[in-house]
């Protein structure tokens, strides 16, 4: 249910909202979820090439390096035993000393602009691949491209909402993976894409699961051919 295609570079993004449509609670994704949610969460993982995060997430939520699952079976053979983690930085201000860098399974990508200071690049360097898109802005399009070009064709966003914005608005979005939690929480949280309008980007139902009132979509891009 959850294939990816099997020709040429696809992007799913994997999200959770609230009832009332907030992307995060008290500031973080995780208390949305549910033990269902991060089985997909994981499966999606073992799937993908790569992993591809906005810094403000790798900060807010403290990830760590995606290890290997023995719940993957064998989806990830021929591959790295886990997907490296992109991280989207226009400024690199990272802990590079953090275990997301320092006890990565696999190597992770930087994707940054021509803008970050050398200093920073400098250290960066040491931590990760470089992948210098855009001038004073990381230009996802562009970043993309790059990583497809190295064969992570089998792209994941785990957000947050401003890069899954920055996604749908250069056509990017093929797929969405989006859980649905029974929870309403208000507050003034953003929803899953914060960003300017986009004008068109109209997405058809694939498939919808249920778990202890959880409900799991995929939504493919209406113009996407995903055989």
């Known amino acids: 249910m959850y294939a990816y295609p099997r020709t040429g570079p696809w992007l799913r993004a994997n999200m959770v909202t609230s009832l009332d449509g907030a992307a995060s609670y008290e500031g973080k994704v995780s208390p949305l979820g549910s033990e269902a949610d991060q089985q997909v969460l994981s499966f999606l993982r073992g799937l993908a090439d790569v992993v591809i995060v906005g810094a403000n997430t790798i900060r807010v939520e403290g990830y760590g390096p995606i290890p290997p699952q023995d719940s993957w079976g064998d989806i990830r053979k021929g591959r790295p035993p886990a997907p490296p983690l992109a991280i989207v930085s226009a400024r690199l201000d990272l802990d590079f000393d953090a275990p997301v860098f320092a006890d990565a399974y696999v190597r992770p990508i930087l994707i940054t602009c021509a803008s970050a200071s050398e200093e920073r690049l400098k250290v960066a360097e ?55 939690s029974p929870r309403i929480v ?42």
């Open 126 to 180: 040491r931590r990760a691949d470089v992948l210098v898109c855009g001038d004073l802005i990381a230009d996802i399009g562009t970043a993309l491209d790059a990583l497809a070009e190295r064969g992570f064709t089998r792209q994941l966003s785990e957000g947050g909402p401003r890069l899954l914005a920055e996604i749908a608005a250069a056509g990017r979005l093929d797929e969405l993976c989006l859980t649905l």
């Open 186 to 227: 208000a507050g003034n949280g953003p929803r899953i894409a914060n960003g300017p309008l986009i004008e068109d980007l109209s997405m058809r139902l694939g498939h919808v699961f249920e778990e202890d009132g959880f409900l799991f979509t995929r939504y493919v891009r209406e113009d996407a051919h995903s055989g």
